[in-house]
T-cell receptor, first 113, second 116 residues
Framework: DAKTTQPTSMDCAEGRAANLPCNHSTISGNEYVYWYRQIHSQGPQYIIHGLKNNETNEMASLIITEDRKSSTLILPHATLRDTAVYYCIVRVGSGGGADGLTFGKGTHLIIQP | KAGVTQTPRYLIKTRGQQVTLSCSPISGHRSVSWYQQTPGQGLQFLFEYFSETQRNKGNFPGRFSGRQFSNSRSEMNVSTLELGDSALYLC???????????????FGPGTRLTVL
């Protein structure tokens, strides 16, 4: 799997858009960018994933650069409940190996009231 | 549709005992993966099952084992518990496509195991 780099922590004001960056310069052509988040003491939650095109769902938007070497997860109107650790994972769409999903350190997003 | 359920939610055991944790995947999901989360090591993959067969295994000792039943429910067992096995154990389920589990995984709330 391609290695990802994320900032350790970020702050965002409640009601504003939270933009979480992720670098994945060694991504392969068949690898997707997945985003998960983990609210304290809960199981990780799938947010969104994409291959090349930008994606949007009810939770967030995913912007992937044209060269696919980086991406940004956007929470359009952050609330206090969005405070969590956000993980960017690069992986093929299905199967893919003996190590499951590889969660790094992620970004601790803190939404400030 | 109900999410992934795990039982029990909390468990306290003593060293040397064994423990069995249970996971019921989302209806229709046939792949189940297990992870261990500790403050020091983060989230680590234990193993993955689908069609009642272990397909992949992480780097854990043989004291950690699992199985999957025909209804896709899964159990994991840890024998001869050690203090270091205290952790949050997470189960995740996913759909199968072309005989491979999708990497869009849905996690349960976890079982918090404390070993005294």
């Amino acid at each position: 799997d391609a290695k990802t780099t994320q900032p350790t922590s970020m702050d965002c004001a409640e009601g504003r858009a939270a933009n979480l960056p992720c670098n994945h310069s060694t991504i392969s052509g068949n690898e997707y960018v997945y985003w998960y988040r983990q609210i304290h003491s809960q199981g990780p939650q799938y947010i969104i994933h994409g291959l090349k095109n930008n994606e949007t769902n009810e939770m967030a938007s995913l912007i992937i650069t044209e060269d696919r070497k980086s991406s940004t997860l956007i929470l359009p109107h952050a609330t206090l409940r969005d405070t969590a650790v956000y993980y960017c994972i690069v992986r093929v769409g299905s199967g893919g190996g003996a190590d499951g999903l590889t969660f790094g350190k992620g970004t601790h997003l803190i939404i400030q009231p | 549709k109900a999410g992934v359920t795990q039982t029990p939610r909390y468990l306290i055991k003593t060293r040397g005992q064994q423990v069995t944790l249970s996971c019921s995947p989302i209806s229709g999901h046939r792949s189940v993966s297990w992870y261990q989360q500790t403050p020091g090591q983060g989230l680590q993959f234990l193993f993955e099952y689908f069609s009642e067969t272990q397909r992949n295994k992480g780097n854990f000792p043989g004291r950690f084992s699992g199985r999957q039943f025909s209804n896709s429910r899964s159990e994991m067992n840890v024998s001869t518990l050690e203090l270091g096995d205290s952790a949050l154990y997470l189960c995740a389920s996913s759909l199968i496509r072309d005989a491979r589990p999708l990497n869009t995984q849905y996690f349960g709330p976890g079982t918090r195991l404390t070993v005294l």
